[in-house]
């Protein structure tokens, strides 16, 4: 079975720094990973997803990678904002029915 | 952009009671999926359905039902609501085949039961 884990848990940042967050998973037959922002009380927006035969994505000022062979996903975000502070899921689709597997999120808060 | 919609975004209900969660989307997809997110263990699949009429349990199916009679609604039943799933809960849905499949979410439904 599919386990998906994000690492840290939570993270406080001045704005402007530029960060890394991270995703691991476990069984390397993957479709695709994705990578999702939750601000509280909402529902997930998605950010970038990867396929499998990609290495990584770029969406303005947010970079996602993918390491298939390791089974790690990082989500580079450049300059950050306050903007930003949200919590970032990233979800790993595999198995025979396409089953999205979600890791339990990065907290981030960016601070003026 | 694929809209999906959740119909109640705060429900307030008796222990008992039967409860409805009805999900919508507007881009012909064949996936739909339900999950409860809650604080400390994340996000958990309780079913998902890849056709009209089909269903398939998730990681966490009991005290739910699911119904998809139609291919852009998918509903998630409490037959009879207990404390314990006072969750918020999130749909989303996905178009079949695999690689290239952005998966959306409507705003979630928060449900408690008291």
């Known amino acids: 079975k599919q386990e998906v884990t994000q690492i840290p848990a939570a993270l406080s940042v001045p704005e402007g720094e530029n960060l890394v967050l991270n995703c691991s998973f476990t069984?390397?037959?993957?479709?695709?990973l994705q990578w999702f922002r939750q601000d509280p009380g909402k529902g997930l927006t998605s950010l970038l997803l990867i396929q499998s035969s990609q290495r990584e994505q770029t969406s303005g000022r947010l970079n996602a990678s993918l390491d298939k062979s390791s089974g790690r996903s990082t989500l580079y975000i450049a300059a950050s904002q306050p903007g930003d502070s949200a919590t970032y899921l990233c979800?790993?689709?595999?198995?025979?029915?396409?089953?999205?597997?979600f890791g339990r999120g990065t907290s981030l808060i960016v601070h003026p | 952009d694929v809209k999906v919609t959740q119909s109640s975004r705060y429900l307030v209900k008796r222990t008992g009671e039967k409860v409805f969660l009805e999900c919508v989307q507007d881009?012909?997809?064949?996936?739909m999926f339900w999950y409860r997110q809650d604080p400390g263990l994340g996000l958990r699949l309780i079913y998902f359905?890849?056709?009209?009429?089909?269903?398939e349990k998730g990681d966490i199916p009991e005290g739910y039902s699911v119904s998809r009679e139609k291919k852009e609604r998918f509903s998630l039943i409490l037959e009879s609501a207990s404390t314990n799933q006072t969750s918020m809960y999130l749909c989303?849905?996905?178009?079949?085949?695999?690689?290239?499949?952005?998966?959306?979410f409507g705003a979630g439904s928060r449900l408690t039961v008291l």
């Open positions: 979800a790993v689709a595999s198995g025979g029915s396409y089953i999205p597997t």
């Open positions: 069984d390397s037959a993957i479709y695709n």
């Open positions: 881009m012909d997809h064949e996936n």
């Open positions: 989303a849905s996905t178009p079949l085949g695999y690689g290239a499949n952005v998966l959306t």
């Open positions: 359905s890849y056709d009209v009429k089909m269903k």
